[in-house]
């Protein structure tokens, strides 16, 4: 069983910052997609963000100039820095990587992100 490894998640204000990570065994990480998703309460999961094997990045137009993905190849790690966070972006973030031709994917556990006054 592949295991992703994430952290990063809390409790912030709103327009406060978090930085959340992600890492993959490295024998799949690098030639792998990376995407963040999320799941509110009550909500389906929803795609957030997510990065090509090549570093080419994309996002959901909610959170487009807020969060940045990226990714370290050397350190089989992918981040996602959330900043001017909102209320809305309240949800447990979960890492999913999956490989060429979708011949795997795997997700992490889930992180909790928590936007409260």
């Known amino acids: 069983q592949v295991q992703l490894v994430e952290s990063g998640g809390g409790l912030v204000q709103p327009g406060g910052s978090l930085r959340l990570s992600c890492a993959a065994p490295?024998?799949?990480?690098?030639?792998?997609?990376m995407g963040w998703y999320r799941q509110a309460p009550g909500k389906q999961r929803e795609w957030v963000a997510g990065?090509?094997?090549?570093?080419?990045?994309n996002y959901a137009d909610s959170v487009k100039g807020r969060f940045t993905i990226s990714r370290d190849n050397a350190k089989n790690t992918v981040y996602l820095q959330m900043i001017s966070l909102k209320f809305e972006d309240t949800a447990v973030y979960y890492c999913?990587?999956?490989?060429?031709?979708?011949?795997?994917?795997?997700w992490g556990q889930g992180t909790q992100v928590t936007v409260s006054s």
């Open positions: 999913n990587i999956m490989g060429p031709l979708r011949r795997y994917e795997y």
């Open positions: 990065i090509t094997s090549g570093g080419n990045p």
């Open positions: 490295g024998n799949i990480f690098r030639n792998a997609a």
